[in-house]
């Protein structure tokens, strides 16, 4: 029913700054929120920020709170998340994902995913 597809991404130094975008497409009109996850070898799967369509309310898991910024266009039903200041526990593939009655960090609360793309920041 929704469909998302996440860019940018890639590789940059410890330090440095990149970009992940989401595009949402199909019914989107039953979306409430956005959030981003990320995921590293051995790891789970760990919330980062999310943020409401309509309203543009944001929260941020602690570890990144600072120095990322997610961002929304509702025209556009496009999601970006900001990152600044990249450390090397950053590196993950970072998930889009989009919920249709919940805004929070969990993702069981979430009901559509992004296929994921890779992050890395070196050190």
């Known amino acids: 029913q929704v469909q998302l597809v996440e860019s940018g991404g890639g590789l940059v130094q410890a330090g440095g700054s990149l970009r992940v975008s989401c595009a949402a497409s199909?019914?989107?009109?039953?979306?409430?929120?956005m959030g981003w996850f990320r995921q590293a070898p051995g790891k789970e799967r760990e919330f980062v920020a999310a943020?409401?369509?309509?309203?543009?309310?944001?929260f941020y898991a602690d570890s990144v709170k600072g120095r990322f910024t997610i961002s929304r266009s509702n025209a556009n039903r496009t999601v970006d998340l900001q990152m600044n200041s990249l450390k090397p526990e950053d590196t993950a593939v970072y998930y889009c994902?989009?919920?249709?009655?919940?805004?929070?960090?969990?993702?069981?609360?979430?009901?559509?995913w992004g296929q994921g793309i890779k992050v890395t920041a070196s050190s």
């Open positions: 943020i409401t369509w309509s309203g543009g309310a944001t």
């Open positions: 199909g019914r989107t009109f039953s979306i409430y929120a």
């Open positions: 994902a989009a919920a249709r009655r919940y805004y929070g960090a969990r993702p069981s609360e979430y009901d559509y």
